[in-house]
């Protein structure tokens, strides 16, 4: 059925009248100046007329805006603001993929799930034009292209036609309207591998400006139109498609872009009861990236990275302050490990995964960007990176040694508050960063030295060029170390061969279009290559996204109750060992191990330890995290803390253990010392041991306890001696 344009207005006054009558009284009172309305209100109301407005949107939304004004004028409304309608929630039929829009949707309603990757600045434009002719008649023009001014042909007064008469824009009786351009991209989610995200332009208006940031995912009702490219001053026959923004429904539930239906959710509780205990956690580790052998390090790495995918729960206390639930994890591992490998999986494996390499970004590709002429319109527009692209999801960022010290310091807010901060060109913003970050270094002299077990892993992490204190914000931090071993290595050899062999051609693959083999199959499990059953790519981004939209874990008092006990525990373990070292402190003397002091840990630990139990808690699907959740999860801090042989959490934020620190002060006493005749000016241990990465607080208090214990006295003042 054809809609005849004159059939439009009475239809609308129908619909006003009969099914939003309170909400046109609204605007008449001067609390809105919009009406917001259902697809399935005017569907219900009319069906036809709901076919027509998807088919010539332009028209209709004009011809409904019109029938408002006139209705609230005669409902006595004030002539101040044009009142305006939204249309949202628009049928799936309407649903476009961006890649896909082509002329057959030019002029037409249509609706796409698509991520904002820039925002400009708010221009004003003129909604309503008054042009004054030169004998004074005034002329009244909408504006509804917003690429250029639309000026009267005709004076309506004195017949003069334009060019023969001169028409002035009245400004001050213009209506103006708040215009804002975006960019949108495709869902990751949704781009065939190895494609190029589409993207295109959008126009917002009204009450829609402002109400995107870079990396929010948006499901955009808008109407494609066209516009001639230019090549110079001459049109060509090629055209760019952009888009004015009818509404967007911003997310209301993480993870919408995967779809859960009641079936998936029924095999998803079936799989955790089946796999009691550690079952299941065991199941989801040999799942990560089944593709790489796990030797027995690795297989602990996997363990952790299983706990990654679900994370723990962010919280915001009475008092505003957030705590992050997102586990950070870092590898270091020397050439040839798979980090890359398990990176990449891991990237496409979380929903919303992103993958970054650090030897091709920048500070702004990480955080975000101020553009200037990202519309061509000479102003600056914000860009999103890496981060607020991966909010709720996950970042792994290859090559972190290769990331400069400019980038690495924006990294830093961005891990622990999880925010992003801009402030360039007069754009000022905060971006959310809520997302896990996996991150692998390599040694800058190719292999690593210093080995897991026979040293602490922060003098690995001193061989990766990157600076102690970022060390503290990861949770867990592994060493995978490339260390022969002949029944090891067999293995490995084996597996990798029959891994490669199992495979198809890719040229096959992509010749056959896919047809030959299903890349991601449909079943919830896969045989692996050790004959064991793992869960399918998507099946497994599936419970994740299930898990953590719908699972939000509390640790119960017998969990709270181990945590704190260990936490306790291990700090008293570390007072003694301080104790007793004090004994022999200060005296010169080598240290024996027994009385070197034991691994302490901070509130920064204890944080992670609840995020891993409450991850533990959210992969079992329990809303309540119990002791055996918090158990697992001291098992695999407990684990690496051992393996990584950190003594104190000072080496986490300097790099070495505060014994080590009080041995490298006294050895750069005795240089100084030998070096001057006995004499050691303060000025010169202060700069040594400045040079050493040691604070100058710390080499003061050695001097001090020195002072004290009477290793050393003040033979004058700021210069002392060691007593013979």
């Known amino acids: 059925m054809t809609l005849l344009a004159p059939d439009a207005k009475p239809r609308w006054r129908s619909f006003l009248e009969d099914v939003v009558s309170e909400e046109v009284q609204r605007i008449v009172s001067g609390q809105t100046n919009q009406l917001e309305l259902k697809f399935h209100q005017i569907q219900a109301f009319d069906p036809d007329f709901a076919d027509i407005l998807l088919l010539q949107p332009d028209h209709i939304l004009r011809e409904g805006s019109n029938a408002l004004r006139n209705y609230c004028l005669e409902m006595g409304a004030k002539q101040q603001n044009d009142p305006f309608i939204r249309v949202s929630n628009l049928p799936l039929d309407s649903r476009r993929v961006l890649r896909k829009v082509g002329h057959a949707d030019v002029q037409k309603l249509i609706s796409s799930e698509v991520i904002a990757t820039k925002v400009s600045e708010i221009k004003p434009r003129i909604h309503r034009a008054v042009f004054q002719c030169s004998c004074d008649y005034e002329t009244e023009i909408m504006q509804r292209d917003h690429t250029e001014l639309e000026e009267p042909l005709q004076c309506a007064g004195c017949g003069e036609r334009k060019g023969r008469v001169r028409f002035t824009l009245m400004k001050e009786k213009c209506s103006l309207v708040d215009n804002q351009k975006i960019e949108i991209q495709e869902i990751p989610e949704r781009v065939p591998s190895g494609a190029q995200p589409s993207s295109g332009m959008v126009i917002l208006e009204g009450d829609l400006v402002n109400r995107v940031l870079p990396g929010t995912r948006i499901i955009a009702n808008m109407i494609p139109q066209m516009h001639s490219e230019r090549k110079g001053a001459r049109k060509t026959p090629l055209f760019e498609i952009f888009y004015n923004m009818v509404s967007m429904e911003t997310e209301t539930e993480a993870f919408s872009e995967i779809k859960i239906d009641q079936d998936d959710i029924e095999k998803i509780q079936k799989l955790v009861e089946d796999h009691p205990g550690h079952e299941l956690l065991k199941l989801v580790t040999s799942s990560i990236a089944p593709s790489i052998f796990a030797t027995p390090g690795l297989y602990q790495v996997k363990r952790s990275l299983a706990l990654q995918l679900f994370g723990g729960v962010s919280r915001v206390s009475t008092d505003g302050t957030r705590t992050r639930g997102d586990i950070h994890i870092l590898l270091m591992g020397d050439p040839g490990v798979a980090k890359s490998q398990l990176l990449t999986y891991m990237s496409n494996l979380s929903p919303r995964g992103k993958f970054a390499s650090g030897g091709a970004v920048t500070a702004a590709g990480l955080t975000a960007a101020a553009i200037k002429d990202a519309f061509s319109d000479g102003r600056f527009a914000l860009e999103a990176g890496v981060l607020p692209l991966s909010d709720r999801g996950l970042a792994a960022i290859d090559e972190f040694d290769k990331i400069g010290e400019n980038e690495r310091s924006a990294i830093h807010p961005a891990m622990e508050q999880q925010k992003v901060r801009v402030a360039k060109g007069g754009i000022t913003a905060t971006l959310n960063s809520r997302c896990s970050v996996l991150a692998a270094a390599n040694p800058k002299k190719g292999r690593f030295t210093y080995r897991?077990?026979?040293?602490?892993?922060?003098?690995?992490?001193?061989?990766?060029?990157?600076?102690?204190?970022?060390?503290?914000?990861?949770?867990?931090?592994?060493?995978?170390?490339?260390?022969?071993?002949?029944?090891?290595?067999?293995?490995?050899?084996?597996?990798?061969?029959?891994?490669?062999?199992?495979?198809?051609?890719?040229?096959?693959?992509?010749?056959?279009?896919?047809?030959?083999?299903?890349?991601?199959?449909?079943?919830?499990?896969?045989?692996?290559?050790?004959?064991?059953?793992?869960?399918?790519?998507?099946?497994?981004?599936?419970?994740?996204?299930?898990?953590?939209?719908?699972?939000?874990?509390?640790?119960?008092?017998?969990?709270?109750?181990?945590?704190?006990?260990?936490?306790?525990?291990?700090?008293?373990?570390?007072?003694?060992?301080?104790?007793?070292?004090?004994?022999?402190?200060?005296?010169?003397?080598?240290?024996?191990?027994?009385?070197?002091?034991?691994?302490?840990?901070?509130?920064?630990?204890?944080?992670?330890?609840?995020?891993?139990?409450?991850?533990?808690?959210?992969?079992?699907?329990?809303?309540?995290?119990?002791?055996?959740?918090?158990?697992?999860?001291?098992?695999?801090?407990?684990?690496?803390?051992?393996?990584?042989?950190?003594?104190?959490?000072?080496?986490?934020?300097?790099?070495?253990?505060?014994?080590?620190?009080?041995?490298?002060?006294?050895?750069?006493?005795?240089?100084?010392?030998?070096?001057?005749?006995?004499?050691?000016?303060?000025?010169?241990?202060?700069?040594?041991?400045?040079?050493?990465?040691?604070?100058?607080?710390?080499?003061?208090?050695?001097?001090?306890?020195?002072?004290?214990?009477?290793?050393?006295?003040?033979?004058?003042?700021?210069?002392?001696?060691?007593?013979?």
């Open 452 to 724: 897991a077990g026979n040293a602490s892993i922060m003098q690995s992490f001193a061989e990766t060029g990157l600076q102690p204190a970022l060390a503290s914000r990861f949770d867990l931090i592994w060493l995978l170390s490339d260390i022969p071993e002949r029944g090891l290595d067999e293995k490995i050899a084996t597996h990798m061969i029959r891994n490669r062999a199992s495979g198809l051609s890719e040229l096959q693959i992509e010749d056959q279009m896919g047809s030959l083999v299903n890349i991601e199959p449909e079943e919830d499990t896969e045989t692996g290559l050790d004959e064991n059953n793992n869960l399918t790519i998507g099946f497994l981004r599936k419970y994740i996204a299930y898990a953590k939209t719908n699972i939000h874990p509390t640790i119960d008092e017998e969990a709270q109750s181990e945590i704190v006990k260990y936490y306790i525990q291990t700090r008293q373990n570390y007072q003694k060992g301080l104790i007793n070292s004090q004994k022999s402190d200060y005296s010169l003397s080598p240290r024996s191990e027994e009385e070197q002091t034991e691994v302490s840990v901070t509130a920064r630990a204890l944080e992670a330890l609840m995020r891993l139990t409450e991850a533990h808690a959210r992969l079992h699907l329990r809303d309540v995290a119990t002791k055996k959740d918090a158990e697992m999860a001291i098992s695999i801090f407990k684990h690496w803390r051992e393996e990584a042989n950190i003594r104190d959490e000072a080496e986490l934020q300097t790099g070495m253990s505060i014994n080590r620190q009080n041995t490298v002060v006294q050895d750069i006493m005795k240089q100084i010392a030998d070096e001057n005749m006995g004499s050691m000016p303060m000025s010169k241990i202060l700069d040594r041991g400045i040079l050493r990465g040691i604070d100058d607080t710390i080499v003061r208090s050695v001097v001090q306890k020195l002072s004290r214990s009477g290793v050393i006295y003040e033979s004058k003042t700021g210069t002392y001696e060691f007593v013979n």
